[in-house]
């Protein structure tokens, strides 16, 4: 399965850099472990950029306190970048 999603460019480029690994979602698309993520960046106004990349969602930590309810944790790791979604 793959899930589209909009992530602001702050957000984006630590994705894309590699710096970040993770993304906090609320869980209302029923993620789970082996699917992708086509993330599209969007600007502080809400614009596409044109900008995407393709995450492998490795690992999702849910139920855990300090988390709100029906908010996830993934670990995802970036397969591909610049088509967008």
Known sequence: MIHAVKCRSDYFKALQSGQKSFEVRK???DYKVGDLLGINEID?????TG????????????DF?????????????SIYSDTEF
């Open 27 to 29: 869980n209302d698309r």
């Open 44 to 48: 502080n106004g809400g614009n596409y």
């Open 51 to 62: 900008k995407s990349l393709v995450c492998k969602i490795n690992y999702i930590l849910d």
């Open 65 to 77: 306190e300090g988390l709100q309810k029906d908010y996830i944790v993934m670990s995802v790791s």
